[in-house]
């Protein structure tokens, strides 16, 4: 078998390091005696409490979001260079690492996915708990049927003023955030109603029912979605909000930031 060693050894040869995603601790450890070699952990979690560590908001399913989103997380925390090419080990079929990929980290190739969590005006966590909600609303919809919802998330002063209420705020005198469960189950039920949430940098309900009105003069969205993503999309450009739209007509939840879409991931597979 010395062939294949050869030309899959191309893999991870030359390499300025190594990131694991969601290592178990033996196979951590087994890293822990090479020289030379930089390891860095990605995960949701440091359960093996590596000194250099990337966290992950979700465990994204798309394998090049999961990569991409380590690799700007390591760029942005200085811990790889612009050019480095790292060996990405991570899970794509079970529990275990069993796929090696060959990735350079290009500053240039930027997707944003770690700046929507770690660089936007809204804290990283208000922006996971909005990401969770709307995800957990794609899998089971209101009541069955599927539901569409449109979160814009930090910035919430401009975005005010760049919208108008559709009805009654039933949130006007309350002092209630994100990720609190009662809360979850407002904006769960709430999302049968038309209009967009308006939440504030720290996870503030600051609105339900508001109606955008951004210019979505020059914003690019995927052909085929409809005014609430094109709403969603350009309020990010006219503000610095980010938003999460779930789709009603797809069951996708997508993320843009700065007039962009960022992240697209499908409910089912969480
Ligand atoms: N400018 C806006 N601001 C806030 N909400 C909006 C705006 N435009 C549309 N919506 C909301 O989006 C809903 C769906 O509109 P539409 O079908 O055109 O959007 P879409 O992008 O196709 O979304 P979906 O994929 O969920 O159908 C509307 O019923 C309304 O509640
Ligand atoms: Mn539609």
């Not at 560590?53 to 925390?77: H, M, N, T, Y």
């Not at 919430?156 to 809360?183: Q, W």
């Amino acid at each position: 078998m010395a062939g294949l060693d050869d030309v899959f050894g191309d893999l991870f040869s030359n390499v300025d390091g190594v990131a694991l995603f969601s290592p178990s601790g033996s196979y951590y450890e087994r890293f822990a005696d090479l020289e030379d070699v930089e390891v860095i952990v990605v995960g949701t979690e440091n359960d093996v409490g590596a000194s250099t560590f990337v966290e992950l908001p979700l465990e994204f399913e798309d394998i090049s979001d999961r990569i991409r989103f380590g690799l700007e997380g390591a760029l942005d925390q200085e811990i790889i260079d612009d050019g480095d090419t790292l060996a990405c080990a991570t899970s794509v079929f079970g529990d275990d690492i069993d796929t090696v990929s060959r990735v350079r980290a290009d500053a240039d190739n930027h997707t944003g996915i770690y700046d929507l969590f770690a660089r936007s005006r809204a804290d990283p966590e208000v922006v996971k708990s909005v990401l969770e909600l709307a995800i957990e609303l794609g899998q089971k919809g209101q009541k069955g049927k599927p539901v569409g919802a449109l979160f814009v998330v930090g910035d919430a002063g401009k975005v005010m003023n760049k919208s108008r209420p559709l009805s009654y705020n039933p949130f006007e005198k309350s002092h209630v955030h994100v990720g609190d469960p009662i809360v979850d189950v407002m904006l769960k039920e709430f999302s049968r109603l038309d209009g967009a949430f308006v939440i504030s940098d720290a996870g503030k309900i600051v609105s339900a029912y508001r109606y955008l009105e951004p210019s979505a003069e020059g914003v690019d969205i995927p052909k085929g979605l409809g005014a609430r993503h094109m709403a969603g999309g350009a309020i990010t450009r006219d503000t610095n909000a980010i938003s999460i739209v779930l789709s009603e007509s797809d069951g996708l939840v997508r993320a843009f930031k700065a007039g962009e879409i960022i992240l697209e991931v499908d409910p089912e597979a969480y």
